[in-house]
């Protein structure tokens, strides 16, 4: 079992930052990947970023292209999301998740608010 809890979620103007962790816990040694996504009210859960445990190579929704970094601290057991420029839009829970384990589970995150008023 793997367990994950995110922070850094809050409220900011619009064109601020924030920055979002996620760390994990139990049997964190078959990472694959870890990734953020996000809901707003009223819509589906939606992939924002990724990044591969062992090499690191990221990938990002179109919509977050050139605001938002996606890092991770293999030491411990961490992940990031530098949310940059955030926009009204970017307004939503964003939830963290990692697939791991030789069946490729998929663990998710209780969820950490983001609120970015105009």
């Known amino acids: 079992q793997v367990q994950l809890v995110e922070s850094g979620g809050g409220l900011v103007q619009a064109g601020g930052s924030l920055r979002l962790s996620c760390v994990a816990s139990g049997r964190t040694s078959s990472f694959y990947t870890m990734g953020w996504f996000r809901q707003a009210p009223g819509t589906e859960r939606v992939f924002v970023a990724g990044?591969?445990?062992?090499?690191?190579?990221?990938t990002y929704a179109d919509s977050v292209k050139g605001r938002f970094i996606i890092s991770r601290d293999n030491a411990k057991n961490e992940v990031y999301l530098q949310m940059n420029s955030l926009k009204p839009e970017d307004t939503a829970v964003y939830y963290c998740?990692?697939?791991?384990?030789?069946?490729?589970?998929?663990?998710w995150g209780q969820g950490t608010q983001v609120t970015v008023s105009s």
């Open positions: 990044i591969t445990w062992r090499d690191g190579s990221t």
């Open positions: 998740q990692i697939i791991a384990g030789p069946l490729r589970a998929v663990y």
